[in-house]
């Protein structure tokens, strides 16, 4: 596919999505989370192009899906680093019925361990720790590790759960932990 019809095509999915009444997930899209439970869902599959100059990346999901994500221009730039074909996790949070909140761009096997760069434009902490029977976001599942990230700055964990929230405030590790690179783009509690 060419620039110019992977920029065509980016518009157009997001313009389908504003055509439908739907917010266009990403950065843009994000809302602060409220008093409801947020379920963290993620979307699996391969990158397929990347638009500096829409702030839009496209991937095709595992299901064959291609989708449509907006983030701020330091997280496209970070994404614009890898190649199309590279495998790619959206990992978000559903904010009511349609809206979502990402967490996290992620890249698979781009690093031998798991690296969480903090692109989020303010300090966080990183709380990590244990699954219980491979699930992640158990109550009391063990210690809790916490790993400070000045904005722009990056950390390492071993833990096989990990969630991120502004500095001062906590969450429950609820999220896989994997080898890779992850772009944490909106922390919340």
């Given at each position: 596919?060419?620039?110019?019809?992977?920029?065509?095509?980016?518009?157009?999915?997001?313009?389908c999505?504003?055509?439908?009444?739907?917010?266009?997930?990403?950065?843009?899209?994000?809302?602060?989370?409220?008093?409801?439970?947020?379920?963290?869902?993620?979307?699996?599959?391969?990158?397929?192009?990347?638009?500096?100059?829409l702030?839009?990346?496209?991937?095709?999901?595992?299901?064959?899906?291609?989708?449509?994500?907006?983030?701020?221009?330091a997280?496209?730039?970070?994404?614009?680093?890898?190649?199309?074909?590279?495998?790619?996790?959206?990992?978000?949070?559903?904010?009511?019925?349609a809206?979502?909140?990402?967490?996290?761009l992620?890249?698979?096997?781009?690093?031998?361990?798991?690296?969480?760069?903090?692109?989020?434009?303010?300090?966080?902490?990183?709380?990590?720790?244990?699954?219980?029977?491979?699930?992640?976001?158990?109550?009391?599942?063990?210690?809790?590790?916490?790993?400070?990230?000045?904005?722009?700055?990056?950390?390492?964990?071993?833990?096989?759960?990990?969630?991120?929230?502004p500095?001062?405030?906590?969450?429950?590790?609820?999220?896989?932990?994997?080898?890779?690179?992850?772009?944490?783009?909106?922390?919340?509690?």
């Amino acid at each position: 596919m060419s620039w110019s019809s992977s920029r065509v095509a980016l518009g157009a999915v997001l313009l389908c999505g504003v055509a439908l009444g739907t917010k266009a997930p990403g950065a843009a899209a994000q809302t602060p989370p409220g008093p409801t439970l947020l379920r963290n869902k993620s979307v699996r599959g391969t990158l397929e192009s990347v638009d500096k100059s829409l702030n839009g990346l496209i991937i095709k999901t595992d299901t064959g899906e291609r989708m449509a994500w907006r983030f701020e221009a330091a997280v496209i730039a970070e994404a614009a680093r890898f190649n199309p074909g590279d495998p790619v996790v959206v990992i978000y949070r559903q904010v009511g019925t349609a809206d979502k909140s990402v967490t996290a761009l992620a890249f698979p096997g781009a690093a031998t361990k798991p690296i969480y760069v903090n692109m989020t434009g303010r300090s966080v902490v990183l709380h990590s720790g244990p699954a219980v029977d491979g699930t992640c976001g158990r109550a009391n599942a063990g210690p809790i590790n916490e790993s400070p990230i000045g904005s722009g700055s990056l950390t390492e964990i071993a833990d096989a759960c990990w969630c991120c929230a502004p500095a001062g405030e906590s969450c429950t590790p609820s999220n896989k932990s994997g080898l890779g690179r992850a772009l944490l783009v909106h922390c919340s509690p």
